[in-house]
């Protein structure tokens, strides 16, 4: 059965950075045509789009948020990691890892629950 699974710091303060590692069960995250992505919604907001780590290991994101974000693996672990640098307040939400497949039918069709991520003084 899949799920994914977020974990990482609750508080964090302005311009620190903050890590958030995704635990998937179910699939290796190598698998082909899936991409392991990262979304956040921030209170009373859309969801935005942060990026992903392709199953070859490439990654593609935000323009908006390229030049303070990264994303990387651990295929031993089965986990990929949301690297956020220089955070703001602008960056509390609740970040979700979700697994898009490109194979046909719901393309976002796996959520993790959900990880609250708090940027206050």
């Known amino acids: 059965q899949m799920q994914l699974q977020e974990s990482g710091p609750g508080l964090v303060k302005p311009s620190q950075i903050f890590s958030l590692t995704c635990t998937v069960s179910g699939e290796p995250i190598t698998t082909n045509y899936h991409y392991w992505t990262w979304i956040r919604q921030p209170p009373g907001k859309g969801l935005e789009w942060i990026g992903y780590?392709?199953?070859?290991?490439?990654?593609y994101y935000n323009p908006s948020l390229k030049s303070r974000t990264s994303i990387s693996r651990d295929t031993s672990k089965n986990q990929f990691t949301l690297q956020v640098n220089s955070v703001t307040p602008e960056d509390t939400a609740k970040y979700y890892c979700?697994?898009?497949?490109?194979?046909?039918?719901?393309?976002?069709?796996?959520w993790g629950q959900g990880t609250q991520v708090t940027v206050s003084s």
């Open positions: 780590i392709h199953y070859d290991g490439s990654t």
């Open positions: 979700v697994r898009d497949n490109r194979l046909g039918g719901t393309r976002y069709d796996y």
